[in-house]
């Protein structure tokens, strides 16, 4: 009886994992095949990487999306981690009412916040582009900063930015030095979040771009309209560029954990 | 006692209120150059408060803060020359023992070897020599807390504010830290404000003691006046453990309670003022029946490893004794007191 049950689950497992990762799977297969076709595997080749790299217009793309997530992330770090300790300072209604208020772009539809930012930049006449494509981006990832970094600047003891300021640091030393690294992990895990954010917008970048620029959500988006197996090879790069990503947000912090436990046990054994 | 100089620190009825509560009510305090002040006090009565009015944590709602002279209370924490060992021990996690230590030298952009010298210097004092490259969130409580020591005093500040800095140690680790804090203070000439729960580590390492009740002061003083003269009841009850006992003062040197006549010291009460009478446990000699101003029988006996604790019931009240002599419960004793062992105190108001 319990044995049955395991196989059932495991089963369930099984076809669960399937249905995520074949169409991934298949994608990636056929961005070697050497033919055209996206039904039958002929023989590998690299032959639609070698096309991607000297497609001008894809590597436009690629780099309008690299570029944007980069800056995106950056600047929405620094504000989302700013107004996150800004609010913990803050009497408890605004507190409340921040943090609701930073909620709904989370929850709202892709579809409304683009076209509300489209309509938002027609009316202030800024020519679309780069730059509100980026501004866009700022404005979706913040909320996703504060968020992850938030709790982690609540759970801090405030008696550590008075330990600082007490040892003479000035409020700035004190953010840099103190605050900073105590809320590190949470501001890791925001530019991990901001950047993968970005990096596969199509709905919001789609609205707010203009004068041909295309990120490669875009361009793919663009191309399935003639089968191209380049897309294949592209969407295969954007799939490792965001494995390589959630690799380096889970696995680094857990080797460092690991080597700072050995480390602290070898000065054990040593003492 | 240690030599002290000029007044420091002034307080000057400093006043503070948290959420309609009043925390403190008008403290007035002077604290001098060299001098170990100890804050003792329940728990809740506004040590820590007073600390970090000090430090510039908060501001203080009303009165004056003087350091040297000169009003401070605008004067931001990282500019004021006091350092302080906090109550929860505020250590960086994401820093080492020695970087910890390191931490106001390195602000203050102090030569490397010149810090390395002092941090190891400093971690040798708290006896953590070796522990440098160790992580603080892995130590135990009073490793953490003699690391939050060294992190203060390696500043060599001129005001020391340490917050209950002991309170995690076993007694046997504490008294050996409470001489070695003793012996730094006097080496190193810093004025040391240290708050405690503990009366005898107030006692013992004190210059001047300050009685704290409610956000109010109720005695200042060197140990052995606290001890020996408590002002009132609350601290003749929280200093040490006495027998307190409401009389008449019949006149200058003779008081009358439990109905007896009672030779004493005390002077300058009105005839047959209203006054409470203190007498501290140790100071109650038991003698034959006959012999004593007062009797009666022996009806608990406790053993508290140097002395015994006696109860004796007398007709009026149960008194509470030490002594080194073990007496049988049920035996008829009498009691005696000298006349300058007496302590007749003026009545609280409550
Ligand atoms: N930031 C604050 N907000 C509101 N109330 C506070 C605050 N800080 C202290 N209090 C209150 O002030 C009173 C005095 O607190 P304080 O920390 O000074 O006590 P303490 O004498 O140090 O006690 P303990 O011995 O337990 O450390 C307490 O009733 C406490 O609840
Ligand atoms: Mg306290």
Same mark, same amino acid.
């Given at each position: 009886?319990?044995?049955?049950?395991?196989?059932?689950?495991?089963?369930?497992?099984?076809?669960?994992?399937?249905?995520?990762?074949?169409?991934?799977?298949?994608?990636?297969?056929?961005?070697?095949?050497?033919?055209?076709?996206?039904?039958?595997?002929?023989?590998?080749?690299?032959?639609?990487?070698?096309?991607?790299?000297?497609?001008?217009?894809?590597?436009?793309?690629?780099?309008?999306?690299?570029?944007?997530?980069?800056?995106?992330?950056?600047?929405?770090?620094?504000?989302?981690?700013?107004? !996150?300790?800004?609010?913990?300072?803050?009497?408890?209604?605004?507190?409340?009412?921040?943090?609701?208020?930073?909620?709904?772009?989370?929850?709202?539809?892709?579809?409304?916040? !683009?076209?509300?930012?489209?309509?938002?930049?027609?009316?202030?006449?800024?020519?679309?582009?780069?730059?509100?494509?980026?501004?866009?981006?700022?404005?979706?990832?913040?909320?996703?900063?504060?968020?992850?970094?938030?709790?982690?600047?609540?759970?801090?003891?405030?008696?550590?930015?008075? !330990? !600082?300021?007490?040892?003479?640091?000035?409020?700035?030393?004190?953010?840099?030095?103190?605050?900073?690294?105590?809320?590190?992990?949470?501001?890791?895990?925001?530019?991990?979040?901001?950047?993968?954010?970005?990096?596969?917008?199509?709905?919001?970048?789609?609205?707010?771009?203009?004068?041909?620029?295309?990120?490669?959500?875009?361009?793919?988006?663009?191309?399935?309209?003639?089968?191209?197996? $380049?897309?294949?090879?592209?969407? $295969?790069?954007?799939?490792?560029?965001?494995?390589?990503?959630?690799?380096?947000?889970?696995?680094?912090?857990?080797?460092?954990?690991?080597?700072?436990?050995?480390?602290?046990?070898?000065?054990?054994?040593?003492? | 006692?240690?030599?002290?100089?000029?007044?420091?620190?002034?307080?000057?009825?400093?006043?503070?209120?948290?959420?309609?509560?009043?925390?403190?009510?008008?403290?007035?305090?002077?604290?001098?150059?060299?001098?170990?002040?100890?804050?003792?006090?329940?728990?809740?009565?506004?040590?820590?408060?007073?600390?970090?009015?000090?430090?510039?944590?908060?501001?203080?709602?009303?009165?004056?803060?003087?350091?040297?002279?000169?009003?401070?209370?605008?004067?931001?924490?990282?500019?004021?020359?006091?350092?302080?060992?906090?109550?929860?021990?505020?250590?960086?996690?994401?820093?080492?023992?020695?970087?910890?230590?390191?931490?106001?030298?390195?602000?203050?952009?102090?030569?490397?070897?010149?810090?390395?010298?002092?941090?190891?210097?400093?971690?040798?004092?708290?006896?953590?020599?070796?522990?440098?490259?160790?992580? /603080?969130?892995?130590?135990?409580?009073?490793?953490?807390?003699?690391?939050? +020591?060294?992190?203060?005093?390696?500043?060599?500040?001129?005001?020391?504010?340490?917050?209950?800095?002991?309170?995690?140690?076993?007694?046997?680790?504490?008294?050996?830290?409470?001489?070695?804090?003793?012996?730094?203070?006097?080496?190193?000439?810093?004025?040391?404000?240290? /708050?405690?729960?503990?009366?005898?580590?107030?006692?013992?390492?004190?210059?001047?003691?300050?009685?704290?009740?409610?956000?109010?002061?109720?005695?200042?003083?060197?140990?052995?006046? +606290?001890?020996?003269?408590?002002?009132?009841?609350?601290?003749?009850?929280?200093?040490?453990?006495?027998?307190?006992?409401?009389?008449?003062?019949?006149?200058?040197?003779?008081?009358?309670?439990?109905?007896?006549?009672?030779?004493?010291?005390?002077?300058?009460?009105?005839?047959?003022?209203?006054?409470?009478?203190?007498?501290?446990?140790?100071?109650?000699?038991?003698?034959?029946?006959?012999?004593?101003?007062?009797?009666?029988?022996?009806?608990?006996?406790?053993?508290?490893?140097?002395?015994?604790?006696?109860?004796?019931?007398?007709?009026?009240?149960?008194?509470?004794?030490?002594?080194?002599?073990?007496?049988?419960?049920?035996?008829?004793?009498?009691?005696?007191?000298?006349?300058?062992?007496?302590?007749?105190?003026?009545?609280?108001?409550?």
């Amino acid at each position: 009886m319990k044995k049955k049950s395991r196989v059932f689950s495991f089963l369930y497992i099984i076809l669960c994992y399937l249905f995520f990762y074949v169409p991934i799977l298949v994608t990636v297969v056929f961005s070697f095949n050497s033919s055209k076709s996206l039904t039958k595997f002929t023989g590998f080749s690299l032959r639609w990487y070698t096309q991607l790299i000297s497609d001008q217009e894809i590597m436009a793309a690629v780099y309008v999306s690299v570029s944007i997530a980069i800056f995106a992330t950056a600047i929405s770090t620094v504000l989302g981690t700013i107004t !996150a300790i800004g609010m913990s300072k803050s009497k408890k209604v605004l507190r409340d009412t921040l943090l609701s208020v930073n909620n709904i772009p989370i929850m709202n539809p892709d579809i409304v916040t !683009a076209i509300g930012l489209m309509i938002l930049f027609s009316s202030m006449m800024i020519a679309k582009g780069y730059i509100t494509m980026l501004l866009a981006h700022v404005a979706f990832c913040t909320p996703y900063v504060i968020t992850s970094v938030y709790p982690k600047v609540r759970s801090l003891d405030d008696s550590l930015a008075n !330990a !600082a300021m007490d040892l003479g640091a000035t409020p700035f030393q004190t953010l840099m030095k103190v605050i900073i690294p105590s809320i590190k992990p949470g501001i890791y895990a925001g530019i991990l979040l901001a950047f993968t954010m970005s990096f596969d917008d199509f709905v919001i970048s789609y609205f707010v771009t203009g004068n041909g620029v295309q990120n490669i959500s875009i361009i793919v988006y663009n191309m399935t309209k003639r089968t191209n197996p $380049t897309i294949n090879a592209l969407s $295969t790069i954007v799939i490792a560029v965001i494995l390589v990503a959630l690799i380096i947000g889970n696995v680094v912090p857990a080797i460092y954990n690991k080597r700072k436990d050995k480390k602290v046990k070898m000065e054990e054994n040593a003492n | 006692m240690a030599d002290m100089g000029n007044c420091i620190i002034e307080l000057k009825g400093i006043t503070k209120t948290f959420d309609d509560q009043q925390v403190l009510r008008g403290i007035d305090l002077n604290i001098y150059e060299n001098e170990f002040l100890t804050l003792l006090g329940p728990s809740g009565c506004g040590k820590t408060t007073i600390l970090r009015i000090i430090a510039g944590f908060i501001e203080a709602d009303g009165g004056e803060l003087l350091f040297n002279g000169i009003d401070i209370s605008k004067v931001p924490p990282y500019k004021r020359e006091v350092n302080t060992v906090f109550q929860k021990y505020a250590l960086f996690p994401f820093l080492n023992v020695y970087d910890n230590v390191a931490f106001g030298l390195n602000i203050k952009k102090v030569d490397k070897t010149i810090v390395d010298q002092k941090v190891k210097k400093t971690l040798k004092l708290v006896g953590l020599e070796g522990f440098d490259k160790r992580d /603080v969130t892995l130590l135990s409580g009073g490793q953490q807390q003699r690391v939050a +020591i060294a992190r203060a005093l390696v500043n060599e500040p001129k005001v020391l504010l340490l917050d209950e800095p002991l309170g995690a140690l076993d007694a046997k680790l504490r008294k050996e830290m409470q001489v070695e804090l003793k012996k730094i203070q006097q080496e190193v000439g810093i004025t040391f404000i240290f /708050v405690t729960h503990d009366q005898e580590e107030a006692l013992s390492m004190s210059d001047t003691v300050v009685v704290m009740n409610e956000g109010k002061i109720q005695q200042i003083g060197t140990p052995v006046d +606290i001890y020996n003269e408590p002002e009132n009841r609350f601290v003749a009850n929280f200093i040490g453990e006495s027998n307190i006992i409401g009389g008449n003062m019949i006149r200058d040197c003779l008081v009358r309670f439990d109905d007896v006549d009672f030779p004493c010291v005390d002077k300058g009460f009105k005839e047959n003022e209203e006054i409470e009478v203190v007498l501290r446990p140790e100071d109650i000699d038991i003698v034959e029946p006959e012999k004593g101003q007062l009797v009666g029988e022996v009806t608990n006996v406790v053993f508290k490893g140097v002395h015994y604790e006696i109860m004796v019931e007398t007709d009026k009240r149960q008194y509470k004794i030490h002594t080194t002599d073990i007496q049988e419960v049920g035996t008829k004793v009498g009691l005696c007191v000298d006349p300058d062992l007496i302590h007749v105190m003026y009545t609280m108001e409550y």
